[in-house]
């Protein structure tokens, strides 16, 4: 059975940095695609980044230039690095593995 885990979420200052974690049990996350997406409260759940089986990356337009997404094939594990974290980027960031899902990680840009 596959199950995601995600970490790295927190409380940072709106400018600052954070790395959210991607932890998948029972597939291989490089011979799949691996997606981030997030949700505001009285929001619905939108696509943030994904990251294909052959390295093609797509982003949302509100984190380009400031998120990247990328795994290490050595551990098995997905990433999302958000720097220029502002406000508007407070939400639960849920890591997607083929179809599977994880139960999200909270993001809290706040001064």
């Known amino acids: 059975q596959v199950q995601i885990v995600e970490s790295g979420g927190g409380l940072v200052q709106p400018g600052g940095s954070l790395r959210l974690s991607c932890t998948p049990n029972?597939?291989?996350?490089?011979?799949?695609?691996m997606a981030w997406y997030r949700q505001a409260p009285g929001k619905q759940r939108e696509s943030v980044a994904s990251?294909?089986?052959?390295?093609?990356?797509t982003y949302a337009d509100s984190g380009k230039g400031r998120f990247t997404i990328y795994r290490d094939d050595s551990t098995n594990m997905g990433y999302l690095q958000m720097n220029s974290l502002k406000p508007e980027d407070t939400a639960v960031y849920y890591c997607?593995?083929?179809?599977?899902w994880g139960q999200g990680t909270q993001v809290t840009v706040s001064s």
């Open positions: 997607r593995v083929a179809s599977t």
């Open positions: 029972g597939i291989i996350i490089r011979f799949v695609t």
């Open positions: 990251i294909s089986s052959v390295d093609f990356t």
